[in-house]
Structures are given as structure tokens and as C-alpha cells.
């Protein structure tokens, strides 16, 4: 596809059980971005790929969070025992580089953690 | 602490007016800036985004943004603005590892 996907759309799950966000981004994009949009934190920036490799993992909300790439392309965002305050809707993107490059956007996972 | 701020959490302009968004951002040094809209159901689109150079930039939906180093601001306006317009608009600097710092957003409401 042209864009950024992520699956699934909506999520809704119990709390206490494990659920994985899958992003899929523009063929060539070599960084990969995760951010979470909530109504009481806003817009903020979890974590980046450049290629596979992740370098700062402290804008991960808790060791519950983490998440991978692999062949320079897929990424998934795995959150175990899932709280009520990890309901929000999560955000990928991707960017030819790093840097400033224009970073295109996802529409998004909405979890709903009952 | 990188930080960027959006101060007025909701404008409400008359179609065919002139509008004008602020954002101020504390970074250790200039940083990338970019403003995103995101509408309704809709993703994040990217407006405009400043590098360097010429201050004033022009991006999509006839919106521009103008740079101003000493007041650390990035401010967005529109001569006239269409209904199409409402939306939430967030100011963001940032970019590379340190991902994009982003505003609260500016909840934009057109009145006919």
C-alpha cells in the first residue's frame, strides 16, 4: 500500500491479558516512530526504529510495553498485562531517514482495556 | 527538558477569516518544527515543517508558518479559512531519535 497501516483498528481487550499492535510502514522507510495519543497525556512519543536496531527504549511507558522490527520493516508493539490507563489510541510512523525527515502517519490502534 | 506549548486549547474563527495558531517550544537548541492537522477519523497529516533557512514556510491548504528564533516560536496562520479547516492542529519539534515532541493541539471550530 502507499501508506502507513496498522492493524488491528480496534482493540479491545481485559485487563491482565497480552495484546499485540502490529505497523506496517512505507516500503523504504528506514525509520519507524511509536506514539500514543491518550485524552489525558496527549500526543507522546514511545519509542524509534532506525533499521531493526532501537536505541533509546526509555520513552516506553513500563517493562510491560516493548516492541520490535524485523527485516527492517514490520514492527510490532507488545503490551503484557494490559492496565486500564494503556487504553489509548496508538500511532505509528515512518520516515525515509531519521533526522527531519517528514514523518507520515498511521490511523492508528485503538485499545480498550476493560 | 525539550517542551512545546500550545496555549489556547480552542479558537473559534468565522469563515473567511484570518487565523493564527501559536506554539513556543524550549529546545536545546533549534530544533526541526513541524505542524500537524488531524481531523475527525483522520490520521496525522503533516501542514508545513521548517529546517532552516528562509523563515517563513509554506505549506498545504494554503497555511504557512513562520520561524522566529528570538521568541522561540513557530506560529501558524491562514488569510481565510475555509469550513474544511476544523481540526485539531499540533505543533511539534523534534525529529530523528528523539522522535517529535508534540503540543497539546489547538482545537480549531469555524463558524459559518
Known amino acids: 500500500g502507499a501508506g502507513v497501516s496498522q492493524s488491528p483498528s480496534n482493540k479491545v481487550t481485559e485487563k491482565g491479558k497480552d495484546v499485540e499492535l502490529r505497523c506496517d510502514p512505507i516500503?523504504?522507510?528506514?525509520?519507524l516512530y511509536w506514539y500514543r495519543q491518550s485524552l489525558g497525556q496527549g500526543l507522546e512519543f514511545l519509542i524509534y526504529f532506525q533499521g531493526n536496531s532501537a536505541p533509546d527504549k526509555s520513552g516506553l511507558p513500563s517493562d510491560r510495553f516493548s516492541a520490535e522490527r524485523t527485516g527492517g520493516s514490520v514492527s510490532t508493539l507488545t503490551i503484557q498485562r494490559t492496565q486500564q490507563e494503556d487504553s489509548a489510541v496508538y500511532l505509528c510512523?515512518?520516515?525515509?531517514?531519521?533526522?527531519?525527515?517528514?514523518?507520515?502517519f498511521g490511523p492508528g490502534t485503538r485499545l480498550l482495556v476493560l | 527538558a525539550q517542551s512545546v506549548t500550545q496555549p489556547d486549547i480552542h479558537i473559534t474563527v468565522s469563515e473567511g477569516a484570518s487565523l493564527e495558531l501559536r506554539c513556543n517550544y524550549s529546545y536545546g537548541a533549534t530544533p526541526y518544527l513541524f505542524w500537524y492537522v488531524q481531523s475527525p477519523g483522520q490520521g496525522l497529516q503533516l501542514l508545513l515543517k521548517y529546517f532552516s533557512g528562509d523563515t517563513l514556510v509554506q505549506g498545504i491548504k494554503g497555511f504557512e508558518a513562520e520561524f522566529k528564533r528570538s521568541q522561540s516560536s513557530f506560529n501558524l496562520r491562514k488569510p481565510s479559512v475555509h469550513w474544511s479547516d476544523a481540526a485539531e492542529y499540533f505543533c511539534a519539534p523534534g525529529g530523528g531519535a528523539d522522535g517529535l515532541t508534540f503540543g497539546k493541539g489547538t482545537h480549531l471550530i469555524i463558524q459559518p
Open positions: 516500503s523504504g522507510h528506514t525509520a
Open positions: 510512523a515512518s520516515s525515509f531517514a531519521g533526522g527531519g525527515e517528514t514523518q507520515y
